[in-house]
């Protein structure tokens, strides 16, 4: 059969190169803040998408998340700043795929997984201690320990119009924390 791989591209000498291939698939990657690791999705527990870790050349691999249900999958993995946890978004099978239908998680690297709240992409703040969440109708800063969340920029459009965030929207932060790209 024929499975999703993640690519390694040098872009000095222009190669791509198969990192992460074997009888699952692996997808969805990210890297830590140090460069070292790489967290990403395999599904090769029962069909089940896992959250996994693994050196930059695909050794060391490592499952982290072990929960599964018939109702949700996981996806969008990112490592805390100082790449102890990770954070992650699971999204309903069915529905809309509007933010508040999915649930951001944290765990450690043990696989101790916790709800922090309703909503979806999840970005560490660069102190490590808060997360930005989309929810509707904009992006709020969660506190990990107390999650309380509290709306930093709601979304509008050029003519004023709320955005309804949904599951495609793409947010990124910059490393020091002070530019966002929505």
């Avoid at 599964?68 to 990770?86: I, Q």
């Avoid at 970005?123 to 808060?130: I, N, R, T």
């Avoid at 320990?145 to 979304?155: D, F, P, Q, S």
């Amino acid at each position: 059969g024929k499975y999703t791989a993640l690519y390694n591209f040098d872009v000095i000498q222009k190669e791509l190169t198969k990192f992460l291939a074997d009888s699952c698939n692996n997808f969805t990657l990210n890297f830590s803040k140090n460069g070292e690791q790489i967290a990403y999705l395999s599904d090769c527990q029962e069909n089940t998408a896992q959250i996994f870790i693994a050196d930059l050349n695909g050794e060391n691999r490592k499952q982290i998340t072990k929960s599964s249900s018939a109702e949700e999958t996981k996806t969008r993995p990112v490592f805390s700043p100082d790449g102890k946890k990770l954070a992650f978004t699971t999204l309903p099978f069915e529905g809309d795929i509007l933010a508040e239908e999915s649930n951001v998680y944290l765990t450690d690297l043990a696989g101790n997984e916790e709800l922090v709240t309703h909503g979806a992409m999840p970005l560490f703040a660069p102190d490590g201690k808060h997360l930005l969440i989309l929810k509707n109708p904009g992006l709020y800063l969660v506190d990990i320990e107390t999650k309380e969340a509290e709306r930093v920029i709601e979304l509008r459009d050029e003519n004023q119009e709320l955005i309804i965030g949904k599951i495609n929207m793409m947010i990124s932060l910059s490393p020091s924390g002070e530019k966002l790209a929505i």
